[in-house]
């Protein structure tokens, strides 16, 4: 009995592992789902990574 559920375990780690090498994205979306990780967020809060930002206000990137 210990044996079955020990493969039983190594086969569900199995699982998990090539899940999330095969399909990233569905797999970051699953860990978001169940709480074990923050979403991200993809919306720019100003200028961002622009590295030309205009940082006195008068606008976005140039």
């Not at 592992?17 to 923050?38: D, E, H, I, N």
Request: glycine share 16%; hydrophobic share 40%; proline share 3%.
């Amino acid at each position: 009995m210990l044996e079955l559920a020990v493969a039983v375990l190594i086969v569900f780690a199995a699982a998990i592992y090539w899940y999330a090498r095969l399909f990233p994205a569905g797999w970051g979306r699953m860990r978001t789902a169940v709480g074990l990780s923050t979403p991200q967020s993809t919306a720019s809060k100003g200028c961002g990574g622009c590295s030309g930002c205009d940082r006195s206000g008068k606008g976005g990137c140039h």
